[in-house]
């Protein structure tokens, strides 16, 4: 009989896919970060508990594309500093991915708020343009020109906190309790350039940023990074805490409902 592709890999083939995923070379992606301080109540509504803010209200935006093999990838996210028993590190609220891919696989194991979205970076000579847009709106724009080189900072780590969880299957919470995840990227540089510059942020009910104004604009920078993660459950979630909060994950909360019509296969 012919292999049933669906059917249940074998335990060599589930290892050799293991295998695989830990040898990854490095991926280089060019990319424009801009950080900017904001409103600190904004900055402090949007974060779930345990997390709390840091001791700046700040914003940190970043739109890159990636060359992986076969196919280009726009990857991008806007996140606010936090901290969480001693760590401080970045919550994100959004992650605009171009392909399903890295969508699937950054949600599903690590909780990551990622969405399918349109990720833009450009550089035309000295001027640079990165957007990160969905549903026809680009509402984080960053425009600037590139105005000096910047020395290559040192091998670094930052730490990324998420929360993993599973909506009820009856709508009416969560099926087990939400878990919060500690996510280490280790990034390295091998460009850096300042760019001079604004920060645009345009209404969208699907991704309110805009709540977060520029108050004072801290840098933008143009680069090239490598960057690899892993993530641990540090803690488990009180899921009647969380789930006020749910709803960042989602452009409407009630599609978690969303399925098939009765009787339909």
């Known amino acids: 009989m012919a292999r049933i592709r669906y ?3 074998t335990e060599a083939e589930i290892a050799a896919a293991r295998a695989t995923g ?25 974060l779930p508990p345990p997390l709390k803010p840091s ?5 940190r935006a970043t739109v890159s594309t990636v060359s992986l093999p076969g196919y280009p990838l726009g990857a991008g996210s806007v996140a606010v500093a936090a901290e969480h028993d001693g ?6 609220l959004v992650m605009p991915m171009t392909h399903e891919r890295a969508l699937t696989g950054g949600r599903e194991v690590f909780g990551e708020p990622k969405k399918l979205g349109e990720v833009t970076v450009e550089r035309d ?12 709106i680009a509402f984080v724009e960053v425009r600037g020109a590139v105005s000096g080189r910047l020395p290559v ?11 993993k969880c599973l909506p009820a299957v009856d709508g009416s919470g ?3 309790d ?19 510059g604004d920060v645009v942020l345009r209404e969208s009910m699907y991704d309110p940023v805009a709540d977060l104004p520029v108050r004072t604009l801290v840098e933008i920078t143009l680069g090239e990074k490598s960057s690899d993660q892993r993530g641990r459950v540090v803690a488990r979630v009180d899921p009647e805490a969380l789930l006020p909060y749910v709803h960042q994950r989602y452009d409407d909360p009630q599609q978690i409902l969303d399925g098939p019509p009765e009787g339909s296969v």
């Open 87 to 92: 760590v401080a590190g970045w919550y994100p």
């Open 178 to 196: 939400p878990v919060l995840v500690h996510c280490v990227r280790r990034e390295k540089h091998r460009t850096l350039e300042r760019v001079t």
């Open 22 to 46: 830990s040898r990854l070379p490095d991926i280089w992606s060019t990319g424009v970060v801009a950080l900017w301080e904001s409103d600190p109540d904004a900055v402090a509504a949007v």
């Open 125 to 136: 000579g000295l001027t640079v343009r990165a957007a990160l847009a969905r549903h026809g």
């Open 55 to 59: 001791g700046r209200p700040l914003v």
């Open 7 to 9: 059917g249940a890999r």
């Open 153 to 163: 900072p040192e091998p670094s780590e930052r730490t990324d906190f998420y929360f």
């Open 174 to 176: 969560f099926d087990g």
